[in-house]
């Protein structure tokens, strides 16, 4: 875990001079009987650290704890208000204007964090062009079509063939026994956010957990860290 989180020195970092921030957001939520509660923190954390290596950006410590109400009904997810997210992003928005660096882009990790949609849309209304959001969901298609994954965003939503694959090539150790026989579909969830996860899924899967591969989950980091090029060209660097 220490290789995704920074351990640059003040040293490093004015002399890389980086005009663009990553705070990766995770979160802190059931993923089934064989993911962590740190999935969502690992993923994001992984996909900052790589495009962090592969373009002159600061790479910040991970906010490991969000918007996980919809996973309310597992035990041991904690959650966050989001209140208090939009909080977080804002404050650290700030704190960075005042440090030197223009640009903050947030690698959320937890598709259940919409706050972050808003923040970035209100942030960029008042202030220009100086925060904005990373993998969006055309960059999370692209990703499974260029490491060849058989399911959609949709379909494989929450402890799936992505994010199996992701933790099988970043942290083998952390993907316990069982995502083989762990397959659950529910494409027809249309009240999700008033029902939660439980009305749809009793093990906390929806998705297809057996098909992911270290291979694939390698490709779609390295898919990542290449459309991230394309974020930063639309965003003026």
């Known amino acids: 875990m220490i290789d995704l989180v920074t351990a640059a020195t003040a040293a490093e970092e004015k002399e890389r001079n980086a005009s663009v921030a990553l705070l990766p957001i995770g979160s802190f939520e059931q993923h089934g009987d064989f993911l962590p509660f740190i999935t969502d923190t690992v993923v994001a954390s992984a996909i900052a650290r790589d495009i962090s290596r592969a373009y002159p950006t600061l790479l910040l410590p991970p906010v490991t704890i969000s918007c996980s109400h919809e996973h309310a009904s597992w035990r041991g997810t904690v959650s966050i208000s989001s209140r208090t997210l939009y909080q977080i992003v804002a404050d650290i928005a700030e704190s960075l204007t005042r440090s030197g660096v223009g640009h903050l882009v947030l690698i ?6 919409y706050v972050l949609s808003n923040v970035v849309q209100e942030h960029t209304a008042a202030n220009g062009p100086t925060m904005s959001l990373y993998p969006q969901s055309h960059d999370w298609t692209k990703a499974r079509q260029d490491s060849g994954m058989e399911t959609s ?5 929450h402890a799936g063939e992505m994010e199996t694959s992701l933790l099988l090539h970043v942290a083998p150790h952390l993907v316990r026994d069982g ?6 579909l529910a494409d027809d969830r249309p009240h999700l956010l008033t029902l939660g996860m439980t009305a749809y899924t009793t093990s906390g899967v929806i998705g297809r957990p057996s098909l992911g591969t270290r291979e694939k989950g390698k490709a779609a980091l390295e898919s ?3 459309s991230f090029a394309e974020h930063l060209r639309v965003h003026g660097f």
């Open 108 to 113: 959320n990790g937890h598709g259940g964090n």
């Open 153 to 157: 965003n949709h379909e494989d939503m």
């Open 224 to 226: 990542f860290t290449q």
């Open 179 to 184: 995502n083989e026989t762990a397959d659950w």
